[in-house]
């Protein structure tokens, strides 16, 4: 008899448990504006200032945290969230290979991604902006967001390019920042970062040499001489402007929002 009550007790707890779930997910109101976000719960990963970002434009926003922002998107999709909240980049590649996702168009914040040096190489930040500014005038620039933004799937494989003879370039990065710096397949580190970083070697005559770390890691890496320059969808701040010498922008975006389509 009492196993009997036991089994009763959980079947009606489970199925008091489904009904909630049910009707949290049924209560969620579809997006598909921006100013909708108002009150909503975003979906974050952990240890990240996306839902301090949030609060700035959202100030009565909800949040729920997940281990990365793969996991954030899924909850999404799967209805946990309303939102999930992070770099703009990053969300496009992510609703690019997983259908039923999208990124809205209007951002939570605006932030201008570059690469950095050490204060004193002024030389060497002249050059990668020199770099920049040749691929936008050319078209080249609009070609390599095509490869790694692209509309639908992954990013494209990346071109070989040419390595130089006079010496070797460090470049500090952080491979966890797909489209901007990741590991492909074939495991390769590969991304927009890396492709740009090339192309800034090229010109120097120098080879290519990719130190990957944690993203935390790699100002002190540069303070310390153990890389030349850094890239890995890197937010220009005046905080860091104190420490590093900053490239021109060569990519727009900040804190975005991806919703179910």
Request: hydrophobic fraction near 45%; aromatic fraction near 8%.
């Amino acid at each position: 008899m009492m196993a009997g009550r036991i089994t009763k007790s959980l079947m009606t707890f489970s199925l008091i448990a489904f009904l909630i779930a049910l009707n949290s997910c049924s209560k969620r109101e579809k997006i598909t504006e921006f100013d909708q976000l108002k009150g909503k719960e975003f979906a974050v990963p952990t240890g990240t200032v996306a839902d301090a970002l949030v609060l700035s434009t959202f100030p009565d926003a909800k949040f729920r945290y997940f281990n990365s922002v793969l996991d954030a998107c899924l909850a999404v999709k799967g209805g946990k969230a309303d939102a999930a909240a992070y770099d703009e980049p990053i969300l496009k590649n992510i609703a690019a290979k997983n259908p039923g996702l999208i990124v809205l168009p209007k951002m939570i914040t605006t932030d201008n991604y570059g690469f950095a040096v050490r204060q004193e190489d002024a030389d060497l930040k002249n050059v990668i902006d020199s770099v920049i500014s040749d691929l936008r005038s050319n078209g080249d620039y609009d070609v390599m967001l095509k490869r790694w933004l692209p509309d639908e799937g992954a990013p494209s494989p990346m071109p070989e390019i040419e390595a130089g003879t006079d010496g070797v370039l460090k470049f500090g990065t952080s491979a966890v920042t797909e489209p901007f710096s990741f590991v492909d397949g074939s495991q390769e580190i590969v991304g927009l970062d890396i492709e740009i970083a090339s192309l800034v070697a090229k010109r120097l005559n120098k080879k290519l040499e990719i130190v990957n770390m944690d993203f935390g890691a790699m100002i002190p890496a540069l303070i310390a001489t153990k890389v030349d320059m850094i890239g890995a969808c890197i937010t220009i701040t005046e905080e860091r402007a104190q420490k590093v010498l900053f490239s021109e922008s060569y990519y727009t975006g900040g804190i975005a929002a991806l919703i179910k389509e």
